[in-house]
Structure formats: structure tokens, C-alpha cells
């Protein structure tokens, strides 16, 4: 059973910056799309970033493009988020999710999730 762990969550002001961290408790196969999600209370989990663990390719959403940067270490089975330049609005618990083969930003096409992170964003 594959088990992901995130951690790096906290409290930040406005303009500062955080990195979140997801752990697999196994190699992910070579197909595997690992993205990040966030949810604020009420409303639909929302896509954030992806990378593919086979050649490292990402897409990010608009709201986080140029701000945020999602990468992997296969020797540690982790992917980051670092959030730059952070804003209110990005408050929310943010999720890591992987999932095979393509890309999606539809959080039903990700099978496995971790227990996800708070990031709080003074303003």
C-alpha cells in the first residue's frame, strides 16, 4: 500500500515563503504523476502543481506560475513545493496526491493522498 506524508505546512506572511515536502513509503513506479492540491474550507480541493518522476516534466496552475516550483529527489522518494511569494489566498490545507501515466488536474483521477498540510498566509 503506497503511503504518502506531507509535512512543511505552517504560518507565513504575506510575500514570505514555505516548502512543503511528500514522502512515499515506496518507490514510485516510473509512470507516477505526483501533484499537489489545496482545499479551503467549503470549497473543492483545487490543482495546484505535478511533476512526472520520469523526466522531471511539471505543470503548475496559472493562480501559482512563477511563485511556486515542484521538484523531485527519486533518492528520497520526495516532492517539494516551494512556495515563493506567497499571498492570503493561498491559504488553504494543501494535499500531495500521485496518481499514473498522465497529467490531471481532477483530484478523482488521484488514487492515493496524503493526510495534507496547513499553510497559513498572514496578511
Known amino acids: 500500500q503506497v503511503q504518502l506524508v506531507e509535512s512543511g505546512g505552517g504560518l507565513v506572511q504575506a510575500g514570505g515563503s514555505l516548502s512543503l515536502s511528500c514522502t512515499t513509503s515506496?518507490?514510485?513506479?516510473?509512470?507516477?504523476?505526483t501533484g499537489w492540491f489545496r482545499q479551503v474550507a467549503g470549497k473543492e480541493r483545487e490543482f495546484v502543481a505535478a511533476?512526472?518522476?520520469?523526466?522531471?516534466?511539471?505543470s503548475y496552475a496559472e493562480s501559482v506560475k512563477g511563485r511556486f516550483t515542484i521538484s523531485r529527489d527519486n533518492t528520497k522518494n520526495t516532492v517539494y513545493l516551494q512556495m515563493n511569494g506567497l499571498k492570503f489566498e493561498d491559504t488553504a490545507v494543501y494535499y500531495c496526491?500521485?496518481?499514473?501515466?498522465?497529467?490531471?488536474?481532477?483530484?478523482?483521477?488521484?488514487?492515493?493522498w496524503g493526510q495534507g498540510t496547513q499553510v497559513t498566509v498572514s496578511s
Open positions: 496526491a500521485m496518481k499514473r501515466f498522465a497529467y490531471s488536474i481532477s483530484e478523482r483521477d488521484y488514487g492515493y
Open positions: 515506496v518507490l514510485p513506479f516510473s509512470s507516477a504523476v
Open positions: 511533476i512526472r518522476w520520469s523526466g522531471g516534466s511539471t
